[in-house]
């Protein structure tokens, strides 16, 4: 038993690895009830086991394995990061449990894997299982299956990827042992119950018995779909969602959405293997499909039609396999083959689905065309090949072959076609049957139901019945308003009848409907097809496909298209649809017509109308006009008014006064009545005759306006211009152009056929007349408004005279937009056509006119000799070829999309080896997109693809051809087509670096613009990821850049789900990669805005559109640098600014210039400039450093502003034209002083841009530059802001850059902001700067650098000379010798100024010079010391700052090094956030209130940042200044007077500008007990503060001995703990681990280091704890406590700070046990916090624990706390008082108390209270008490002084942050003798080179408090509490010395006092002066 013994002490997690079975039984026991024990996931202890958990599964005994399972399962259960044991214990499980014989070692295994399962670690378990599927062992084996299949009924196949698993089920079926098949059966039918069908085609080839018992069990299995019954930690919802359906005993009609969304519906295909059938081809085969007998072509075919009869094929290039079987269907003679060739199409479309898609534009016109057969077989196997084929592509691609065979002659195809259509829209949406697609097809159907053959007929009805029953009747409804009303039911009729491949819900129904296997193939549809409706709706082919159809001209025509379709609002075509049915009218015989019209006319009227008298004629107008004016529209017939009009005399009307009549009430009709088109034509020849005519002219176009309103303009327009176009008469052409051009202007261009116009127009401008020629001119002018720069392709072959005039007024268009219309709206509105009309129309006018333009074919030019000439093997003859092809598409200028055989040809081409021909090609693609316009999408597959491939050229200029190329054709396409497949991420798959950067640049650049994207985007994520850990730096930084886009398309989740399949280390690395891309993802692109804004949005300026259109999209460079033309089109989608607070969302859809200038110019993101800084420090992006800025530092600095800067600044900013920048700069110099935290926020970025405007060439850009910066530099140092190192290395360097401009007046401005630049940076640094700038090229700039080191030696001293002085200065000297006789003389005056500091060591420093060089210095010093006052004049002319700071400053300025380390120190405060917070240091001793009256700004006095030592934070400990009066206090101690000479030495050794010497000073006062132990708790937390935040710098890594230092201050730490009062070290952790979680600034690192510290002094308790003053430790966990209740410390992030509070009071408790209960003196209020609970929770608990009478004890303590009650009344009475006294509201007040209360109990005992608190405190309290005493005797001249104190306080010091026990916070001083401080004061002066005579001038303020303003970080309160404090007592001993003399201290006080009236008098003063400050301040 022995051994035993030993084992039995161990800890757990060692038990658990002994080498006895015993050991590690009993240890598996404990780690379980452990684990069963810990309640919180994310405990450390958890992180003990990870590496053991492996070894508990795996233990070699069977009974501790047993037990190790168990335990394993509660780790896995609650552990946080169980996860990160998956892979090994899920091995450990399948390879050593699943074997044991024991049936509980494999329950346990399986529950352990499927508790992984449940921890999100499903794919990691399923991939052991199947590893263990290969085990040679059967027991494993089946375990394994059976685990799999107990996973998949409870988790569900959506959690469960079938797809590995239906892979090797075959295998497992033709397995030996029988268990092995029996348990794959059940699995298979487990499998069954959630896929169904799908499982068919994959079991297909096993073994027939197994398969026919297969399908007798699969039809058992219960119909009900099956459901998740457990779920993932992260499925809580669904859970509750499950448990409250079982509850409710809801389970089998649990709803049947759920039920859909359970199961998500698994298509067989994609559980199939890829069979790769290319190389299976006969080796004949190409041969004999070309033979002359059909046997052999048969034979042929046939082997193909077995290859493609496998259902899944490998994906490869199929082009000449579907090239011959194309021709074998077109072509071939045989209709057998025919058949056969198309069943072929059909497998291989079957086969490949999406990748089938590149072929499908080549086979459809064929197939279609072939339609033509008539035997039922060929026509079946087309039908199939073709509805195969249309699964592969969509129907927005083959639309163009479809309508072209539309109107084919032969009825059968007519039937055919139909018959597809309807076909094919049955798998449609209405998403993925938009109106554009909807429009041409409606068409070309309506013309089918009115063919002559009764097939064609029925065909077309099925057509447009399924059109209807897809896409709603809203959206048929406006194409078959002239359908007459048999046919619309007919119509309706066949809609009800269709069945829909989606359902009406779109959506899971589709697989139900069509699931069925087809011919033992997969099912026809199922995923495919749901797939591809996924697709479709999300690439909506609606306007923004649209408008960039048209090529040429610049980015004027971009805004143009968008505009126009704006303009006609929810114009014409939205009216047809309830409008229609009033605007046809039979036409009526003028019997009728006169019925009618005497119905409503006066009959004299009716008479008089061809009275011979024109008077009776104009009376009877008259008559008519007000008959006219009076009648209702319902009553008002006008086609009889107009044909009563029109009768005789009509339009020949001979007198203008009833002519002009006449014409007026036609438009009064036409406003005022139901006028139909039929009544038009009664009127518009006449009114077209009188257009001309001066007198009526005007009447005439009146009324053809209002006729156009009530009949639309396009109808109307087509009318009259056809008319006047008719007659002859040339001023009718003229005035109806004209009209026209006006008209068009008022209605919009919406619905306007522009091919009509245009062969009129181009009729107009052939005209002999001049007029009608400017008129046609004119309206292509209004024209070019709404169309853009396409509109001149039409007029290219006028003769140039004529085209000139054209452009001429196109030029003069070119920055207008098309003003918004103001007719034709009003009525559209009624008619309701909303939306509805809007989407096809926005898409109507830019492409229409693209459809317009005359195609050629050039298909017969493309010879067979042309295609071999390209293909040629000699590469002249190539080029030949490609010439030939560049002069034929040039020709043709716009051609149709049928051009042969030459795509294949100059895919070839693409890799050709000659690199100039490849770029030749990539000039023809680009010229081919131009001229095939939108139709080139069909090539996307097959050639398109094949640029992008170039993209990977090695030479630049080939890549730049292809991405131009590239570029070219997506804006023809849109980016659909490229998405779709798989073909771009196997592009992205190649590891090729130029490749795969140009393509993520180009996606990046793409993928913003997109409102939606295929969901085969997510093909390329993998690549992605590979290409984010790419070896080469550009891929990974253009893989960054496209990060967030993908992210905004496919979403967090899925991107990071997408992450499962890379290595556990690219997996956190991308992991992170996506957290701070999702923080970058902009915002989706939005939709076009509706009718109502667009209308609006029209009239803005195309100059605008683009702009407010680019949503404020983070980072997407290509929206920014280009207006894209899809954005443009979205008419200005209200831009959002991103993540970002306060900035208002514009509202209107486009902004004038004016609008939206309100609102913060610069918007903070917090912690935005941190995140640069990280990105910048870690290479995400570039570091500012270039000669000269390229694009992409552009771009970058672009991008980041974009979140941080309005939108409408930063496009000032970066526009192209100076005069923006002036802007600019004149708006950041308005908003600087208003937003000085957005300015600080974006600083760097601000510093940047402004380094840009350095580079720029014109003058007032960098005048206004510097002016910013001289008013941004004075701010910053007011704000008492540093600027960082990032800040300072990318702006600086090229600052100095200007010192050296030639004009004057830049030079001084530039050297001023040098100047300004030293009070917020450090002179040290600068100084290394600007000595960079001494190695400059240009002689100005090495001149003024020399000067501007010169004076900052002379300001600063010589400590600013880094590296090191005599570097500095033998690098000044070099330039002694230079060339330039202004960089000499600089040079020389430098070292005189030097000199002038330093003395003759110059000499020594600079080292050997020439002879010539010395003799010129020596010279020069000479003159120099002739005229000693010259140099200083001059610089007191040039820098009133600097002066300034050297008068004001002058103990402070020649400080060196030391200041660097302040400074970084204060720096990494800044950082730490928000630069309010920052913690600014005390600078030394000075408060110069001269300084402070003379700035009305902030409290704060301008002094150079370098000079902000540090140093208290580090001195503390000793360095406490001590009023001067006190030169001898009453309480000098001894013991300092000896180590008075070592602390001196010690405190030098601190002030060292070495980190090193000043640690180890610090080390070594420690060393020394008696002295560590007189830090006080204020000194001790600055102390700490100090050195944990100088730990926690990040800086320090930078520097070589950074380690060394940090090791250094944690031996220091370490000492500071042990040394220390352990009362006041323990309250100082206290109170600034309370701090710490208080301030939001500060790092959750500190409180960490806080409170190691304080575990470090619990683990010394033991020790200490007799020493330690409890009750004011429990005071302090009291205010603690009180502060942070529990609840508040549970929310904290981490679980530490609770959890260390407990510790302590538990530590504390068991060291003390009951007793502690009776150290709780100090506190008043026990209840106002949770302590004395705790406490007596504690005790009683380890009562219990110890197993002593609890009951006994706590009776004994009851009366001893009787017993104690009137003592402690006496002691709360005295607790109180010495509370008031510690207060520094109250301390005056306290000190009464305890006067009266020792004068009413004589015999109180005070002595307790005084012992715990420390010296200083005590003597305070006796002098007080001695005060009143002198007081009450009525010597009454105090009460005036102590005023004064009160009101110090009131300016000096702001409200400590937390209440400090009694006396504690304000002793800093304690018992340190003054002697000790003057003779640091003196060492102090001598090292700053001043004299200590002097002191007796100086008020004694000065010494006390270190600087005026505002500290905010509690500690510093502290020290000035304790300041003030010494000040009230300095000043109450002033007073004895006038009241009382025979209290006169023996040694002479004149040594530091003139007198002490001369001091009264001072504090009097200044008293006065703070008045005055405070009376300034409000």
Known sequence: MGDDSEWMKLPIDQKCEHKLWKARLNGYEEALKLFQKIDDEKSPEWSKYLGLIKKFVTDSNAVAQLKGLEAALAYVE?????????????????????????????????????????????????????????????????????????????????????????????????????????????????????????????LQNINSVQLKELEEEWVKVSSVAPKQTRFLRSQQELKAKFEQQQAAGGDADGGGDDEEEAVPQVDAYELLEAVEILSKLPKDFYEKIEAKKWQERKEALEAVELLVKNPKLESGDYADLVKVLKKVVGKDTNVMLVALAAKCLAGLATGLRKKFGQYAGHVVPTILEKFKEKKPQVVQALQEAIDAIFLTTTLQNISEDILAVMDNKNPTIKQQTSLFIARSFRHCTPSTLPKSLLKPFCAALLKHINDSAPEVRDAGFEALGTALKVAGEKAVNPFLADVDKLKLDRIKECAEKVELVYGKKTGGAAEKKEGKPVSGKTPALSGSSGDRETKDAASKPGPQKKAPAVKSGGPPKKGKPAAAAGVGGAGAKGKKGPETKEIFESELSIEVCEEKAAAVLPASCIQQLDSGNWKERLACMEEFQKAVELMERSEMPCQALVRMLAKKPGWKETNFQVMQMKLHIVALIAQKGNFSKTSAQVVLDGLVDKVGDVKCGSNAKEAMTAIAEACQLPWTAEQVVATAFSQKN???????????????????????????????????????????????????????????????????????????????????????????????????????????????????????????????????????????????KNWKIRKEGLDEVTSIINDAKFIQPNIGELPAALKGRLNDSNKILVQQTLSILQQLATAMGPNIKQHVKNLGIHVITVLGDSKNNVRAAALATVNAWAEQTGMKEWLEGEDLSEELK????????????????????????????????????????????????????????????????????????????????????????????????????????????????????????????????????KPDPKRAKAGGASSKAKGVQGKKVLSKPILKEDDDKSGPIFIIVPNGKEQRMKDEKGLKVLKWNFTTPRDEYIEQLKTQMSSCVAKWLQDEMFHADFQHHNKALAVMIEHLESEKDGVISCLDLILK????????????????????????????????????????????????????????????????????????????????????????????QRAECLEELGCLVESYGMNVCQPTPGKALKEMATHIGDRDNTVRNAALNTIVTVYNVHGDQVFKLIGNLSEKDMSMLEERIKRSAKRPSAAPV???????????????????????????????????????????????????????????????????????????????????????????????????????????????????????????????????????????REASTGVLKDLMHGLITLMLDSRLEDLEEGEQVIRSVNLLVVKVLEKSDQTNILSALLVLLQDSLLATASSPKFSELVMKCLWRMVRLLPETINSINLDRILLDIHIFMKVFPKEKLK???????????????????KLKGPKILDHLTMIDNKNESELEAHLCRVVKHSMDQSGSKADKDTEKGASRTEEKASKAKVNDILAEIFKKIGSKENTKEGLAELYEYKKKYSDADIEPFLKNSSQFFQSYVERGLRLIETEREGKGRIAASTGISSQMEGTCVPASTHTVSSSIGNSN??????????????????????????????????????????????????????????????????????????????????????????????????????????????
């Not at 001993?1933 to 006169?1944: A, E, G, I, K, R």
Request: a neutral charge; glycine letters at 4%.
């Open 78 to 202: 609650n552990a946080h990061v169980a996860g990160k044991t998956t892979g090994e214990v899920a091995s450990g499980v399948v390879n050593k449990v699943f074997n044991q014989p024991k049936a509980r070692a494999k329950e346990l295994g399986l529950d352990i894997c499927l508790m992984y399962i449940e921890i999100e670690k499903g794919e990691a378990v399923q991939e052991e299982l199947l590893k263990g599927l290969d085990n040679k062992n059967p027991k494993i084996i089946v375990a394994c299956i059976e685990t799999l299949r107990k996973a998949l009924s409870e988790f569900g196949s959506k959690i469960i990827s079938l797809k590995p698993i239906i892979k090797v089920l075959p295998k497992l079926f033709e397995s030996r042992e029988k268990a092995v098949r029996d348990e794959a059966k059940l699995l298979a039918v487990e499998i069954y119950r959630w896929i169904r069908d799908a499982l068919r085609p994959p």
């Open 730 to 872: 040339p001023k009718n052409q003229s005035e109806t152009l004209n009209w026209l051009s006006n008209a068009i202007k008022e209605f919009g261009f919406s619905g306007l056929n522009v091919k009509a116009f245009i062969s009129n127009v181009k009729t107009a401008l052939a005209a002999t007349n001049p007029a009608v020629r400017t008129s046609a001119i004119t309206l292509l002018g209004v024209m070019y408004l709404y169309v853009g720069p396409p509109l001149r392709m039409f007029f290219e072959d006028e003769k140039p005279a004529l085209l000139s005039q054209i452009d001429a007024e196109f030029e003069k268009m070119q920055g207008q937009t098309a003003p918004a219309p103001t007719r034709g709206i009003s009525r559209n509105s009624v008619a309701g056509a909303g939306d509805d009309g809007e989407e096809e129309e926005q898409e109507d006018v830019g492409n229409d006119v693209v459809d317009l333009l005359p195609r050629t074919d050039i298909g017969e030019k493309i010879t067979a000799e042309l295609v071999s000439k390209i293909g040629d």
């Open 990 to 1121: 190649k590891e090729n670096p130029f490749l795969r950067q140009e393509l993520l640049g180009w996606l990046a650049e793409k993928l913003p613009t997109l409102r939606s994207v295929p969901s085969d985007l997510l093909l390329c994520v993998p690549h992605l990821y590979s290409c984010l850990e790419d070896r080469n730096g550009d891929v990974r930084k253009k893989a960054q850049d496209a990060l967030p886009f993908f992210m905004m398309h496919l979403g967090f989740e899925k991107m990071a789900k997408a992450t499962s399949k890379l290595k556990p280390t690219s997996k956190d690395q991308v992991l992170a990669m996506l957290e701070k891309a999702k923080a970058n993802m902009p915002a989706k692109p939005a939709a076009p805005a509706k009718a109502s804004s667009r209308v609006a949005g029209g009239a803005a300026s195309a100059k605008f559109q683009p702009a407010s259109a680019l949503a404020e999209d983070s980072g997407s460079n290509s929206m920014e640098s």
């Open 1249 to 1340: 841009w402004l380094t840009l405007r350095f580079f720029d060439t014109n003058t007032s850009v960098l005048m206004k530059t510097l002016e910013y910066l001289k008013l941004l530099f004075s701010l910053l140092s007011q704000e008492e802001y540093h600027l960082t190192e990032n800040e300072a290395s990318s702006f600086i360097p090229y600052l100095i850059l200007k010192v050296g401009e030639p004009k004057d007046v830049i030079r001084r401005d530039v050297r001023a902001i040098l100047n300004r630049m030293c009070l917020v940076y450090p002179a040290s640094k600068m100084f290394t700067f600007i000595m960079e700038g001494t190695k400059s090229k240009n002689s100005k």
């Open 1434 to 1572: 001059r610089q007191a002319e040039e820098k009133p700052q600097r002066a300034q700071n050297i008068s004001t400053n002058a103990s402070m300025l020649r400080k060196g090094p030391a200041e660097d380390m302040s400074s970084k120190l204060n720096q990494n405060r800044n950082m730490g956030g928000h630069s309010e917070t920052a913690h600014t240091v005390p600078r030394e001793f000075q408060l110069d209130l001269d300084e402070i009256e003379n700035d009305n700004g902030t409290v704060r006095c301008e002094m150079p940042a370098l000079v902000q030592h540090k140093l208290d934070d580090i001195f503390e400990p000793v360095l406490i200044p001590e009023p001067k009066i006190r030169a001898v206090s009453p309480h000098f101690d001894d013991m300092h007077s000896n180590t008075a000479s070592t602390i001196n030495f010690v405190i030098s050794q601190v002030a060292s500008g070495d980190i090193n010497t000043s640690i180890q000073a610090l080390a070594q006062l420690f060393q020394i007990e008696s002295l560590a």
């Open 1691 to 1709: 929310q904290c992030k981490s679980e530490f700070p609770i959890r260390t509070l407990k510790t302590l009071l538990h530590t504390l408790c």
């Open 1869 to 1978: 001083g304690e018992e340190v003798g003054p002697s000790v401080y003057l003779e640091r004061l003196k060492i102090l002066r001598q090292r700053c080179g001043l004299d200590n005579a002097k002191q007796e001038d100086r008020p004694p303020l000065t010494s006390l408090l270190s600087k005026p303003a505002l500290p905010t970080v509690a500690s510093s309160t502290d020290m000035l509490h304790s300041k003030l404090s010494q000040l009230r007592e300095s000043r109450e001993q002033y007073q004895h010395l006038d009241l009382d003399s025979n209290q006169t201290h023996s040694s002479g006080i004149g040594t530091t006092l003139a007198s002490p009236s001369s001091a009264a008098a001072n504090i009097d003063d200044l008293k006065k002066r703070l008045e005055r400050i405070k009376s300034s301040r409000k």
